[in-house]
């Protein structure tokens, strides 16, 4: 791809555009915003740009488009597929400050919002409206919803309450020509041609800048019961998830621990949990609805599956501190396992029922190429994160062979009906895996959608494909 | 659009992929063919055939996009916008032969179905395994869950369970070219590049031909109660349903009935309900769970709200038969009307609690062009189906000043936050108010999207834009 770099006459032109507080061009700045959370890699862009409305970014777009200058959209940097990384240079383009809740609309249960809102204080101001915004993605104390909407984002809530995808309504999107759309309508349905909406939700900031969100609302559920359930081994962990289902229950979430991945919790988080010796993996169910009745009733069948599928103890969480405990150990889990070693994360997903098939060959093929994994995730989705920590491989191993291990853990995934991300996106670091799962017929046609959106491919290259 | 006329020759090649029966150039099959539920629309094809593998498709497809002969996929032929008509004649291609459940997954809570299944044959398979699959659109008994698919259809249960949208996880599709793909994966997350899954969906057959689906499938609710609520204006009715999702309750389906539908259901249909003079407008409230004991919690709440919002009566049905009987005075509603005149019906649907203004805003608009209407419809979703109907109006009048009446109907619509389809799609009746809600840009994006799949434009042509 062939961009233009960055000359002082652009950099005049774009401060034209924003105020002078929302650009820089200062190295420390670049070098903040040159890396995300996927592993550690950096990539410098030569300018940063936090527009502060719409019609900013439409002019940004139309001169960058004009002038082949690559724009990168960024949320909160949270991202572990490095889609926000400008690898080709160019203008960062911060969301931050569309930091504004527009409206939380009671009579409708909606909401419009913009993109550089943080997801939990939307989930909070919605909450305090007694309603209910249920995608909870683990980063949601610094990810934006922006960055949300682009990746179709998930976490814990989506095995009962479904990913991102379905409480979005409608997109304002600046195109890169900087032509501005709304992408649908404000309502729960919607037939009137090809859903533009569907399509960028998903489409890592390579197709449009999201400008404003309008997202659906739900009552409150009033309650929830927390379990966690011990195992003798991973796979029997796994093989519970999907007979919890089959028993007639929908937890509002299911999420698996491997015990590494617990001890790595109560060294890194100082978090006191008693983890007995012979315990290799945890599930984490949580019930909830408005009927403390139903829920107990929900607790006692789940219960008894846990028992059925080898389950040794099970601790129900009563207080709402035992509660947040058991959060803090799932949600903390990425960073604590990650601040021991190098790792690279991978974000597989599988029909639920062949989890225990793709945890086993996860570790055969770590025996295999030699190296340790951390798993956890969301088991209810068969969504499983699976954390590949460097330890004690060589360099070589780790920048040579390990791909290869990487490689046939997807061709798992994928054989086993999953594909290579469920919620994390391709971005920068996966793309190299994508004919894994797609045809080049397939990738062909998103590389269409892309050409007609992007001719000159400025929005955020490099990326996907 | 320059397609060619079917020859000899071209009848010829195509009796070489299907067997003798799945083909017919018989008149009055092309007249069966040639018409849906539309109006009294007729549009001939050349020649029908009905395939009964994806290879046939291929070939078909492959053959027809090389000789420029327009394809035009059909379901149950039950679709209310003419998406099934073939408008420029050639290949009317039927799915009926593909009519197979593949499989129940019950491990996975999963299907995998064929696109002529007939959506109630379906959902009576998954309930007979203790499943639930909840997209029931009106015309489940005849229509096919491949044209569901096409049109992201609803239903009355989309208030709680959501649209088709929420159900489909994977498709496969052959393309203009007869390339064979599938869309996704067989996973309830998926974030691994564009999803072709969400963007065929909707897309009214004009991108691909679905040869299966994979669905989701969720524990069937073991309870339902079914209230009907009674209401002096349209208004009211209507200013109710926002008020009882705001008190925290979600209905499993909340309909909305005028009075003048309830009159011709009577008369059409047999059946027995004691229409009171006062009353002009219905609500139609099911609640569904799996505790008897929350289920009537939340029917207190629901009185409660109908109470104060001006219902003079509620009625409880407690029995199967009660239920039964409400329900099909719903669901042969559409029928009944129709029975009654010549008539246009629109699909329009707003945020909720715009309703009142939307169904106030059509009466005036129907005094104005002189026409009368009846309107019911899926409330809670705010999807409110208008039938227009001739009844005294010339025909003058009926062809040539009614299309400013339905204008204003859509121009109030999307006023108001909403969108000219909400399930019906929009065919070949709506494509000439496509451009009230869109802008040249949408709906050039679109016609991009279509080029890429489709760059000969064979199938469906002339439909959505």
């Not at 502060?52 to 949270?78: A, F």
């Not at 041609?193 to 409150?220: A, D, F, M, R, W």
């Not at 059925?308 to 035992?322: K, W, Y």
Request: glycine share 10%; with cysteine; charged share 20%.
């Amino acid at each position: 791809m062939l961009f233009a770099k960055l000359t002082s006459a652009h950099i005049e032109e774009i401060s034209k555009i924003v105020d002078s507080a929302s650009y820089t061009v200062n190295q420390e700045e670049l070098e903040k915003y040159g890396k995300d959370e996927t592993e550690d890699l950096l990539f410098l862009p030569e300018i940063v740009v936090k527009p502060t409305n719409t019609d900013q970014i439409s002019l940004l777009l139309k001169y960058c488009n004009e002038h082949h200058i690559p724009v990168t959209p960024r949320g909160g940097g949270t991202g572990l597929s490095g889609a926000a990384l400008p690898i080709y240079g160019g203008l960062l383009l911060s969301m931050e400050k569309f930091n504004n809740i527009l409206s939380i609309d009671t009579e409708n249960l909606q909401a419009t919002v913009e993109p550089g809102v943080i997801t939990e204080v939307f989930m909070n101001a919605v909450e305090e409206k007694g309603l209910f915004y249920p995608v909870d993605p683990s980063s949601k104390g610094s990810c934006f919803i922006g960055g949300n909407v682009a990746h179709g984002s998930g976490g814990p809530r989506v095995v009962k309450y479904g990913t991102i995808r379905e409480y979005i309504l409608n997109l304002e999107v600046v195109l890169p020509n900087g032509d501005i759309i709304w992408t649908g309508a404000n309502t729960l349905k919607y037939a009137s041609g090809y859903n533009l909406t569907q399509l960028l939700i998903g489409s890592e900031g390579t197709l449009g800048i999201v400008t404003k969100i309008v997202t659906k609302l739900i009552p409150k559920p009033q309650q929830n019961v927390l379990m966690l359930g011990s195992f003798l081994s991973n796979e029997a962990a796994c093989a519970a998830v999907s007979a919890i289902f089959r028993a007639g229950v929908t937890p509002s979430a299911l999420e698996f621990m491997e015990r590494r991945g617990v001890e790595w919790v109560i060294e890194f988080d100082d978090i006191k949990f008693d983890l007995k010796p012979e315990i290799e993996a945890f599930l984490m169910i949580e019930i909830d609805g408005n009927d403390l009745d139903e829920i107990f009733k929900n607790c006692e069948v789940i219960n008894s599956v846990l028992e059925q599928n080898g389950c040794t103890e099970v601790l129900f969480a009563d207080t709402a501190q035992q509660k947040e405990d058991i959060w803090r150990m799932r949600r903390t889990m990425a960073e604590s396992v990650k601040s021991n070693s190098i790792y690279k994360e991978e974000d597989t997903v599988v029909p639920r029922a062949a989890l225990p098939k793709l945890i086993n060959g996860i570790k055969q093929i770590g025996i295999k190429y030699g190296f340790e994994s951390v798993c956890y995730g969301h088991a209810g989705d068969g969504n499983l994160h699976i954390n590949i920590i460097k330890g004690g491989m060589s360099d070589e191993d780790w920048n040579e062979k390990l791909k290869f291990g990487i490689v046939e853990i997807f061709e798992l995934t994928v054989a086993l009906g999953g594909t290579i991300s469920g919620e994390h996106g391709i971005g920068y670091v996966q793309k190299d895996y994508m004919s894994i799962k797609y045809s080049p017929i397939h990738i062909q046609l998103m590389k269409g959608i892309k050409s007609i959106f992007d001719p000159n491919g400025i929005l955020n290259p490099g990326k996907i494909f």
